[in-house]
Structures are given as structure tokens and as C-alpha cells.
């Protein structure tokens, strides 16, 4: 079974930085960022393949945001720039078992709980 923990979010001001973490138990996977927010639908944020080496972002965080991982500390980053009000939401970390990233939310099969991110104007 996978553990997915996220951590590092937190009110900030628009313009401001930020990064999360995602420490993961277990294997390594193809993993990724989702954010929900109020009477939103939960959307793609960034995924990076299992080696670190592929990567690909949701248009609206794409030159902002950048994600990285540590498999050595089975841990995976999303380092967030130039933040707006309307990044605001909960990001969930998540995982499959693939080797590349994918957009799709039916592909991920682990869950993290959620990190809030809140911007303020």
C-alpha cells in the first residue's frame, strides 16, 4: 500500500513563492499535482514521470510552477512562483503505477489528503 503526505502549504500574498512536498512510502511511481478549489471540479496541475525526467503542466501553471523529485527520499516537489489568488485551492498529491506522467485523473491510484493554498490579493 502507498502513503502519499503532502505538506508546505499555507496564506501567502499574490506574487509570493511557495513549495510543496509529497513524501511517498513504498516504491517509486509516475506521480502528480491536482488542486481543487471551491465549487471547482479538481484539476491537473504538473506530473513528472518516475525517473524525474518527463514532466508536463496544466496551461494555467505552466512557467510558474515547476516539479521535481528526490527518489532517493521518495519525495516529490512543486515549487510555485509568481502565485496568484486564483492558484487558491487544495493540492493533492498523487501516484500510479506507470514509468510517464499522465493528465488523467482516472490514472492516478493513490491519494495524498490534501494541502491548502490560499493567495491572497
Known amino acids: 500500500q502507498v502513503q502519499l503526505v503532502e505538506s508546505g502549504g499555507g496564506l501567502v500574498q499574490a506574487g509570493d513563492s511557495l513549495r510543496l512536498s509529497c513524501a511517498a512510502s513504498?516504491?517509486?511511481?509516475?506521480m502528480g499535482w491536482f488542486r481543487q478549489a471551491p465549487g471547482k471540479e479538481r484539476e491537473f496541475v504538473a506530473g513528472i514521470g518516475r525517473s524525474g525526467a518527463s514532466t508536463v503542466y496544466g496551461a494555467s501553471v505552466k512557467g510558474r510552477f515547476t516539479i521535481s523529485r528526490d527518489n532517493a527520499k521518495n519525495t516529490m516537489y512543486l515549487q510555485m512562483n509568481s502565485l496568484k489568488p486564483e492558484d487558491t485551492a487544495v493540492y493533492y498529491c498523487?501516484?500510479?503505477?506507470?514509468?510517464?506522467?499522465?493528465?488523467?485523473?482516472?490514472?492516478?491510484?493513490?491519494w495524498g489528503q490534501g494541502t491548502q493554498v490560499t493567495v491572497s490579493s
Open positions: 513504498g516504491r517509486t511511481f509516475a
Open positions: 498523487a501516484a500510479f503505477e506507470g514509468w510517464y506522467p499522465s493528465t488523467r485523473q482516472d490514472a492516478y491510484n493513490y
